[in-house]
Nanobody, 126 residues
Framework: VQLQASGGGLVQAGGSLRLSCAASGFTFDDYSIGWFRQAPGMEREGVSCINTSDGNTYYVDSVKGRFTISSDNAKNTVYLQMNSLKPEDTAVYYC????????????????????WGQGTLVTVSS
């Protein structure tokens, strides 16, 4: 199982970035994919997740209306489009995969996720 996150960088406040999470080594449609972030000195927090089977999505309140998660199942890739970025969005962003059991797919608890990619750094300057 491998998850490869990319797309981070330095952007000014109000700008946009698109993160990508390329997955391999497992049946993509059987998993939910989540994006998490960890700022310096802070706990890791869940940002968004997507059910790759039906496209349902979920967001933490602080990014609703600014971030959009999507998946391209043909490419086994999940994207996080981040618009109207704020300095407080600065963090290392990680993608993770959770095997879905039954109807349970929506969680931003890091402890529910089985596989993690390396992080990609997003820095938003004011």
């Amino acid at each position: 199982v491998q998850l490869q996150a990319s797309g981070g960088g330095l952007v000014q406040a109000g700008g946009s970035l698109r993160l990508s999470c390329a997955a391999s080594g497992f049946t993509f449609d059987d998993y939910s994919i989540g994006w998490f972030r960890q700022a310096p000195g802070m706990e890791r927090e869940g940002v968004s997740c997507i059910n790759t089977s039906d496209g349902n999505t979920y967001y933490v309140d602080s990014v609703k209306g600014r971030f959009t998660i999507s998946s391209d199942n043909a490419k086994n890739t999940v994207y996080l489009q981040m618009n109207s970025l704020k300095p407080e969005d600065t963090a290392v962003y990680y993608c993770a995969a959770m095997y879905r059991i039954g109807s349970f797919w929506r969680t931003l608890s890091q402890y529910e996720y089985d596989h993690w990619g390396q992080g990609t750094l997003v820095t938003v300057s004011s």
